[in-house]
């Protein structure tokens, strides 16, 4: 079985459905479906439970990802380190984040006049399974988290933001615990911020309607300037929204910063790294200036 064949596999698995890994992978259904069936009769076992529509690793496939995982990990880690060595190494630095709020976009551009050769690929987080070709992940939490590939960059505290326009604007604090009646916007469940924001009202006494859940950042904006609704959120730079300190509860969240301990650590990921915990360091509490 060649490399070509376990990176196959390794889609497959990722994407549990032929038809989506046949688009990832630029081949029809049925070419992809009668790879499945070859991989299957070299290994001599079955590898994956064939459902409508889906299709889902065994315990043998399971075993099988185990391998496949490590031998193109190793794999594509020579070679990294090989054309780094060559000075033919990518200048992308990879990051998935969830929630990481106004601190990256700042964090990028401060690094990038320190290194103007460095280029940014930005995706979603999957909370289930670092990509392979993620360096980095943010993501936030409101408990310390044990993983020694984590280190917390910061704690922020929680503001309600609401329209400039909302009764609540001119108030100097507020209480959560009265504001059971207020419609507040979420974040999806992909983003760190709906789990934060549910668990401290909650603490307040109540669980709100979970009927407003919105996907993209920039909509929860314009629904927040419009007056549709409240939400909690680390501090923004919007001058159509007001942020009001919660009085009643201690609002706060952790900014994390884990490496990928599977994907070869080039010199510029070193340096990103260093420069990701300095930057924290030099900030009043944590936080970017406004």
Same mark, same amino acid.
């Given at each position: 079985?060649? %490399? ?106 401060? %690094?990038?006049?320190?290194? +103007? ?90 669980? +709100? ?69 300095? %930057? ?11």
């Amino acid at each position: 079985m060649n %490399f070509q064949t376990l990176r196959t596999f390794y889609t497959i698995a990722r994407c549990g459905k032929l038809t989506a890994a046949a688009q990832q992978l630029n081949l029809t259904q049925s070419a992809l479906s009668r790879m499945v069936r070859q991989m299957e009769e070299e290994v001599g076992v079955p590898l994956f439970d064939h459902r409508r529509n889906r299709i889902a690793l065994n315990q043998n496939g399971k075993k099988f990802l185990q391998m496949a995982e490590g031998v193109l990990g190793q794999y594509d880690n020579c070679l990294r380190e090989i054309k780094e060595d060559n000075e033919t190494f990518s200048r992308t630095l990879t990051i998935a984040l969830s929630a990481a709020g106004s601190s990256l976009p700042l964090l990028i551009h401060e %690094f990038k006049k320190q290194h +103007p050769e460095a280029w940014f690929s930005l995706k979603g987080y999957d909370h289930v399974k670092m990509e392979p070709d993620v360096q980095f992940c943010f993501f936030c939490s409101i408990f310390p988290i044990k993983d020694p590939e984590a280190f917390c960059l910061a704690r922020e505290p929680l503001y309600l933001t609401a329209s400039s326009a909302s009764s609540l604007a001119g108030r100097a604090s507020v209480a959560l615990s009265e504001l059971s009646s207020r419609n507040f916007l979420f974040a999806d469940a992909h983003n760190d911020m709906q789990e934060i924001q549910m668990y401290y009202c909650r603490m307040a006494g109540f669980t +709100p309607e979970m009927d407003n859940v919105i996907e993209r950042q920039n909509i929860l904006m314009m629904l927040l300037e419009l007056g549709e609704g409240v939400s909690l959120l680390p501090k923004i730079n919007n001058a159509n929204l007001v942020q009001i300190p919660i009085q009643d509860i201690s609002c706060t969240r952790l900014i994390y910063m884990k490496r990928n301990p599977q994907i070869y650590e080039t010199q510029l990921a070193k340096q990103f790294e260093t420069f990701c915990r300095q %930057f924290f360091e030099m900030l009043p509490d944590g936080m970017p200036e406004s």
